[in-house]
RNA sequence: GGCGCUAUCGUCUAGGGGUUAGGACGGGUGAUUCUCAGUCACUAAACCGGGGUUCGAAUCCCCGUAGCGCUGCCA
């Protein structure tokens, strides 16, 4: 892929106008896995660009070669592709504004360097990471109130100085000249005008020594090149902006339109990280969260559509998202309203398509294969169970007893259930259930509301003890569709070892 | 230290001068088919503080306070 090397003429970048479809970028860099906030960011600029009919692009940001993890590459398009975030343009999908790795557009930016060099709006600087950081020191030491930041030692460095150091090979950078005592200001569509002063900028650096462009070179020459018409990312950059603009007007480019996104927090306020919940996206995958509850989930996290609606699928999040109504305010993750959240879409899920995950954390548990290669079966488990789970794993773990005897019988349970008065009773039901025809949901329930009636007992009476009898716990589907998946054969053989348990507690005065 | 952003129930939020300040999660109480970790109903719970502006402020302005961000040849 081929790119021209400066795409569009200084100056001719149109201002995005209301109505034209708008292009955004997601724009992570790979050092580490993507976390929530990152995501919910992604997924803000993907439902911006579907609701306006607009193009999302991707762009790996791979210019720290100090940071860059070679895994994260994969782990961000698979938490990209999990959530159902697919971009329009970048790495895999291709598109006429690339390269998408900004790695392979370092020539790009070290021409637009030399724009701005020779147009004298920024100069090479030779200070060495020494010098910088004994200034640094200094001016902490100081507690300088104003002009702190790059002291400009190299800003005005004689012609023939200059050419000398080049000539040397001296490592260098080039920094933008900031402009002495300007307010600097911008328009952000969440939070209003926003204005800085110049002085509070030092003359950043926009080409590293190592030839490799700083975050904002790169950021302001893609998204300009790119034809980004919206900047939305998080809030940590309100403060570079400004530095952003700065870079535009040198070029003689409008710059896009901002948007900063609030952070999400962890629960105790502070910031979300591993050891304070998960935290990365693929986490929440393997806890056994369906990614559209966390998409629902992380769109609520700072918008809201403006109705009570909560519980919203992807299309009406599209329909209904607007910048207008992304909150300022940072947001704490609060995962017990996603569990609620991922238990309400696991209801509205097919057993069949929950299938392949519940099966792949059974097949790790040890149990008979033969009742494992039953879809039919292992489907009529998971919808008895998906009703009731909040995680992927509940399903798999509170069924087991589908596939074995129960070990044991909850203690509490046991304790109400399993006394003696019991024993004739399953006796009564032993006897029926090995003659009942079809043994099927409906023929069981008129066999237990019957059994009952005959016995002059509730019904509860005969259900609770069986449901503690088969299961080996106190709650659980219905009981009825429970002995039916079950089957006679494993039904009447837990009664009988349950009938056994009831006779020997008996003898120990239990 | 400087600069900036933010501030409604415990949490996510609605609200854009006049409301009994609404909804959701979680909590509590109750109901319910055979259980509930399901379902339904009910309930407790908030405008950070202080000044203004106004007939009237959760809403507009200022100050304070707190939290967060930036202050890197990281993004």
Not at 24 to 33: M, N
Not at 132 to 150: C, D, I, N, V
Not at 437 to 460: I, K
């Amino acid at each position: 892929m081929t790119t021209p090397l400066i795409s569009g003429k200084i100056g001719e970048m149109a201002d995005w106008k209301e109505g034209m479809p708008p292009v955004v970028r997601f724009a992570p860099s790979p050092t580490g896995y993507l976390h929530v906030g990152g995501a919910r960011t992604a997924l803000f600029n993907f439902l911006f660009a579907r609701h306006h009919g607009g193009r999302f692009i991707l762009r790996i940001e791979d210019t720290d070669r100090k940071r860059y993890q070679p895994d994260a590459l994969a782990e961000i398009f698979a938490s990209l592709k999990w959530l159902g975030l697919q971009w329009d343009e970048g790495p895999e999908a291709g598109g006429g504004a690339g390269p998408y790795f900004q790695s392979l557009r370092t020539a790009l930016y070290r021409e637009h360097a030399d724009r701005l060099l020779a147009a004298g709006r920024a100069y090479r600087c030779f200070c060495t990471e020494e010098r910088l950081a004994q200034l640094r020191l200094e001016q902490e030491k100081a507690k300088m109130a104003h002009g702190s930041g790059y002291d400009r030692h190299c800003r005005d460095l004689e012609e023939a100085r200059v050419r000398a150091l080049l000539a040397a090979d001296t490592p260098h950078v080039v920094r933008l000249k900031v402009p002495d005592d300007r307010s600097v200001a911008f328009h952000d569509l969440i939070r209003g005008d926003i204005a800085y002063d110049s002085a509070q900028l030092d003359d950043l650096v926009l080409l590293k020594s190592d030839g490799f462009p700083t975050y904002h070179l790169a950021n302001v020459v893609d998204d300009h090149l790119m034809g980004i018409s919206h900047v939305l990312r998080g809030d940590e950059w309100i403060a570079s902006t400004p530095k952003h603009i700065l870079i535009y007007e040198a070029f003689g480019w409008a710059p896009p339109l901002f948007a900063h996104m609030p952070v999400i927090l962890a629960p105790d306020g502070g910031k979300l990280s591993k050891r304070r919940g998960a935290a990365s996206v693929l986490d929440y995958q393997r806890a056994g969260f369906l990614p559209e509850a966390l998409r629902n989930f992380l769109a609520l996290l700072g918008w809201a559509p403006g109705d009570d609606r909560e519980v919203m699928p992807l299309e009406e999040l599209i329909a209904a998202f607007t910048l207008e109504r992304v909150q300022a305010k940072a947001a704490v993750f609060d995962e017990t309203k996603l569990e609620w959240m991922n238990g309400v879409y696991l209801q509205r899920r097919s057993a069949e398509s929950l299938l392949p995950d519940v099966q792949a954390i059974w097949e790790k548990m040890e149990l008979a294969h033969d009742a494992l290669a039953d879809e039919v079966f292992l489907k009529k488990v998971i919808a008895m169970f998906k009703e009731r789970s909040r995680k992927i794993g509940e399903i798999a773990e509170n069924s087991l007893y589908f596939f074995r005897d129960p070990l044991e019988y909850d203690a509490q349970a046991a304790k109400k259930y399993f006394k003696p008065d019991m024993l004739p009773r399953i006796d009564a039901l032993l006897a029926a259930l090995a003659d009942l025809q079809p043994f099927a949901q409906d023929a069981l329930e008129g066999l237990y509301r019957r059994l009952a009636e005959e016995l002059g007992v509730s019904a509860g009476k005969l259900i609770h003890p069986t449901r503690l009898a088969v299961s080996g716990v106190g709650f659980g589907p219905g009981l009825f569709e429970m002995l039916e998946t079950l089957g006679r054969e494993t039904v009447l053989r837990r009664l009988r070892k349950a009938r056994g348990q009831i006779a020997a507690r008996g003898q120990d005065g239990n």
